[in-house]
């Protein structure tokens, strides 16, 4: 299997496969060509299993608008909602993002960054309202919780109990 290897100071392996189906490993600094290959090996299954989810996600994605009049139109139509829908969620979970801004991010719907600014992408609003409030508990969530475990879920069910009907709208 081809991978490419990128060191830094970090304290563990990490896999990520991009757009373009290339497969990364984060590696400390210091981790032998052994433990990497090991590594590598032992998420086989893993790195199946997510580049069919990359294919599928790359197959969607010619349908979203490509011109940048098209982004543009997204990104007023969500701004149109996102902030109000923002608001609402932060008092209900007593969480409050530091900046919310619209993108035009093409690989995830939302994003929480470690100063707690959030990011929306303009191609959330081609999704129903139920969908794009699902996105936006979820990053407030992780203003909170900055993983996705048990106590993350909890809180996430807390204020949506049908959350994850909502999630599967953005796998349509």
């Known amino acids: 299997m081809d991978y490419s290897v ?12 991009d757009r373009s189906l290339n497969l990364t490993v984060r590696a400390p600094i210091g981790a032998s060509k052994v433990e990497i290959e090991s590594f590598v090996s032992s998420h086989s299954d893993w790195i199946e299993k997510h580049i069919k989810i990359a294919r599928l996600r790359n197959d969607r994605l010619p349908d979203f608008p490509q011109t940048q009049a098209e982004k543009e139109e997204l990104k007023e139509r969500l701004r149109a909602v996102i902030y109000d829908k923002v608001e609402h969620y932060s008092r209900v979970l007593n969480l409050y993002p530091n900046r919310v801004s619209v993108t035009s991010a093409r690989t995830r719907y939302g994003s929480c960054s470690g100063k707690n600014n959030i990011c929306f992408s303009c191609y959330l609003a081609l999704f129903p309202d139920e969908a794009i409030d699902y996105v936006v508990v979820h990053e407030l969530c992780h ?8 106590e993350f879920y909890s809180l996430l069910e807390s204020v949506l109990p049908d959350y994850k009907s909502r999630e599967s709208l953005l796998k349509r």
Do not use: A, M, P, T
């Not at 203003?143 to 048990?150: C, D, F, S, T």
């Open 143 to 150: 203003i909170k919780y900055k993983n996705h475990g048990k």
């Open 6 to 17: 990128i060191y830094s100071k970090r304290k563990s392996l990490c896999l990520e496969i």
